[in-house]
């Protein structure tokens, strides 16, 4: 089991420039979750998906797209990069309400 | 609407040290509480959990104790290691609420 996967590792963008960060899981989970991670500001969640077919904004949700591809699969697309988007972003994963499990992370720049 | 207070760090201990961070949320119902821990370059993972009152979460030697009535999930540990140095976070959620809301990470180092 690989559990949450996500990539890339690292990215550096200029600002106007787009990209999707991949996210999959392997635990049959119905829920996912885009954060964004800042010093000193905690996790902000960008947009989730309670399951399959549906998505909903989150605490952050400017500048930032997501699709449900399947069950397994939620990316995440930057339009049009902005400096302000420069962070670490971690998918997770979960069962209905229960306990999330992280992905390792994407570590993003934005110049 | 929900809300997760934990004492700001950075907190700095010796080695074989008592540990509490304290959290305290706000939170309509009956949530489930968790603490997350990360270690440098990763991402989270789960430490332990308690899901209605008077739970006691356990796991590697922390524990912590769902308290309805001073609305508090302290996290505890007798004897702190250099490896336990990460950044804890506690959070609520669960249940019908598919969302977790998290506090903002207390910094933890131990040193030798």
């Known amino acids: 089991n690989a559990g949450v996967t996500q990539t890339p590792k690292f990215q550096v963008l200029k600002t106007g420039q787009s990209m999707t960060l991949q996210c999959a899981q392997d635990m049959n989970h119905n829920s996912m979750y885009w954060y964004r991670q800042d010093p000193g500001m905690g996790l902000r969640l960008i947009y989730y998906?309670?399951?399959?077919?549906?998505?909903d904004k989150g605490e952050v949700p400017n500048g930032y797209n997501v699709s449900r591809l399947n069950k397994r699969e939620f990316s995440l697309r930057l339009e049009s990069a902005a400096p302000s988007q420069t962070s670490v972003y971690f998918c997770?994963?979960?069962?209905?309400?229960?306990?999330?499990?992280f992905g390792p992370g994407t570590r993003l720049t934005v110049t | 609407g929900d809300s997760v207070t934990q004492m700001e760090g950075p907190v700095t201990l010796s080695e074989e040290a008592f540990l509490t961070i304290n959290c305290t949320y706000t939170a309509t119902g009956y949530p489930s509480l968790f603490w997350y821990v990360q270690y440098p370059g990763e991402g989270l993972q789960l430490l332990l959990k308690a899901t209605k009152a008077d739970d006691k979460g356990s796991n590697k030697g922390f524990e912590a104790t769902y308290r309805k009535e001073t609305t508090s999930f302290h996290l505890e540990k007798g004897s702190v290691q250099v490896s336990d140095s990460a950044v804890y976070f506690c959070a609520l959620g669960g249940g019908s609420n598919y969302k977790l809301t998290f506090g903002k990470g207390t910094l933890l180092t131990v040193n030798p």
């Open positions: 997770a994963s979960s069962e209905f309400g229960e306990e999330q499990y």
């Open positions: 998906s309670a399951s399959e077919g549906t998505t």
